[in-house]
């Protein structure tokens, strides 16, 4: 007797719609998720909606909070002070990975997309600057080939893309972020790892400085 999984599980589409909406805050972060509304919204019960929350708040995107409800997870900048190092630490091994282990081909494959970091920063693209670094950091950690680096960073740049504050709208982090990477892909021609592995390291510390500055600044303005 065969036993078949139904890939597309009204959960699974709940969780999907849901990470969407909570990524570009059309539920913001600190919002109360009232469950009768969701479920009409999506139009499925609400058993297949508490199973997709329990899943986010595993991932945590949503804090469940026993006797008050379900709040779409709010970073504080205490949180991203927590998160970043050990981001930085993680990142740092993935570039040491790479630099001490790369082929050709996955070289040139970083190259291409460096370049079109370039491009967008020429251009002053913040947005499309943004996601091909998503897309870069994702393919140093295939690169790097460690399934278990790739969990651990992987759950943790789910909760980093919680962030409000962009990074690189501070005034001239575009540009320091651009020789951060100028500086890494120098590291992987030379096969250079612990150069690699400083630079990530350095990267991913200063965006975080970034973020303090942001986060500050938004503090003064609407204290």
């Known amino acids: 007797m065969k036993t078949r999984v139904n890939r597309s599980s009204l959960s699974q589409q709940a969780i999907d719609l849901l990470r969407g ?19 009409e919204q999506l139009g499925i019960s609400r058993t297949p909606l508490r199973e997709a929350l329990k899943v986010l708040s595993a991932e945590g995107l949503v804090d469940l909070q026993p006797h008050k409800g379900c709040f779409v997870t709010e970073l504080t900048l205490r949180d991203l002070e927590e998160i970043f190092p050990i981001m930085a630490t993680l990142e740092g091994r993935v570039a040491h990975e790479v630099a001490a282990k790369r082929t050709a081909a996955q070289l040139k494959s970083l190259d291409v997309l460096h370049d079109k970091l370039e491009r967008h920063a020429a251009a002053g693209d913040v947005n499309r600057y943004y996601e091909t670094n998503y897309v870069f950091h994702d393919q140093l950690q295939e690169c790097a080939g460690n399934r278990w680096l790739q969990i651990v960073i992987g759950d943790l740049r789910k909760l980093l893309k919680l962030s409000r504050h962009h990074s690189l709208r501070l005034e001239g982090r575009l540009t ?34 970034a973020l303090r500055e942001l986060l500050l600044a938004n503090e003064v303005v609407h204290g």
């Open 21 to 39: 909406q909570i990524y570009d805050h059309r539920l913001a972060p600190g919002q109360r998720l009232d469950e009768a509304v969701l479920a």
């Open 176 to 209: 320091a972020s651009l020789a951060e990477h100028r500086a890494l892909m120098q590291a992987l021609h030379r096969q250079d790892a612990d150069a690699a592995e400083q630079v990530m390291r350095g990267h991913l510390l200063a965006q975080l400085d």
